[in-house]
């Protein structure tokens, strides 16, 4: 487990969400403070998703979860957000 460290904007993060007829998950984005850089993380319990151990070898960050991805660009929209987590959960075969 990882404390949120001084290398993210503790000021400047996103909350992101992939929404359908089946899932409702939520992810937060931190933004490092040194570089356009967004790391994405994903709390598996607590958006009640049954995901491959692998995926849990990844840093931690309570309560934020585990690191999944980043997201390489100054600013960053929802809409591009939840775009990028998408193409994450089906490459990861979550949804």
């Known amino acids: 487990m990882v404390i949120l460290s001084d290398q993210y904007d503790h ?3 996103l909350h ?3 929404q359908d007829e089946n899932y409702d998950i939520e992810v937060i984005a931190f933004k490092k403070k040194d570089a ?3 790391d994405v993380y994903i709390n598996f319990e607590e958006n009640s998703i049954l995901v491959n151990k692998s995926l849990t070898n990844s ?3 309570d ?3 585990y690191y999944a991805f980043s997201i390489i660009q ?3 929209s929802y ?8 193409e994450w959960l089906l490459k990861n075969q979550i949804i």
């Open 16 to 18: 992101i969400g992939y």
């Open 63 to 65: 309560p934020f979860g």
């Open 11 to 13: 000021n400047i993060h």
């Open 79 to 86: 809409e591009e957000g939840s775009i990028k987590l998408k």
């Open 74 to 76: 100054k600013d960053i």
């Open 36 to 38: 356009d850089i967004w």
């Open 59 to 61: 840093p931690k960050i």
